[in-house]
């Protein structure tokens, strides 16, 4: 069975006192494009943290291809809203930084640094492998990051607004890049945002986190026309997106 299948079991959190987040229950299968859509303060990041396994569930649980998080190789990766690039280190080298955590590249540089340019090519910037991240574009440093995000090859990679400094036509061509390289690989893409574009562009099923403390409130399946279903479903709707 390939990794990357995630279920979350009546997971609620707390910070302090605050409940956040209550009685979340989701199945996400393998290789499925996931979003959850909610206003600021809904509990998104809460809620990938928790996934990332940077939080604990306050209640419930959660376990990735049945087992408990941990931190082998194909651990979910979080990807934020700013690419956080080391300014003084070049693309390549931001691409390298989690195989030297992992230790592949005392073991085998020539190989790792193989591998971060293939990745560098892979998101389109092949020939800024040596750029420094101030001489790249938002949407170009956004690219180093993905590049950067698989270089663990993550079974699930998770999104946290990975878009919102970016123009529209920029972040279109990212959204449809991330998908394509999702699919070739075959990883589970969990995206939390409060923009209903982001979110019909990069999945197939939304979950609508609302309330306080949020809840998963609705499922939407997309079909042909995302954009068009969804708006009608939260037409009149205040508390999302
Ligand atoms: N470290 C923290 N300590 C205490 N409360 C927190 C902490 N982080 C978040 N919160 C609170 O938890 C709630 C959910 O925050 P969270 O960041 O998960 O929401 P969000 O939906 O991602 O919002 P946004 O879209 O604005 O990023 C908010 O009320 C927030 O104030």
Known sequence: ?????????????????????????????????IAVLGRSGAGKSTLLHLLAGLLQPSRGSIAIDGGALNNEIG??????????????LSARDNVLLPLHFANAVRLDRAAATAKADGLIAQVGLGERADALPTHLSGGQQQRVALARALASD??????????????????????????ALARARGMTLVTVTHDLSDAAALADRIFVLAG?????????????????ELRAYFAGRRDAA
């Open 75 to 88: 651990h979910p990766v979080l990807m934020f809203q700013r690419p956080a690039l080391l300014p003084w």
């Open 154 to 179: 993550p079974a699930v990679l998770l999104l946290d607004e990975p878009f919102s400094a970016l123009d529209q036509d920029t972040r279109a061509v990212l959204r449809s890049d991330i998908r």
């Open 1 to 33: 069975m390939r990794p990357g299948q995630i279920s979350v079991n009546h997971v609620s959190f707390y910070y302090g006192h605050e409940a956040v987040l209550s009685d979340i229950s989701l199945d996400i299968g393998t290789g499925e494009h």
């Open 212 to 228: 306080a403390p949020g809840r998963i409130e609705r499922e939407v399946v997309l079909g042909d026309n995302p954009e068009d």
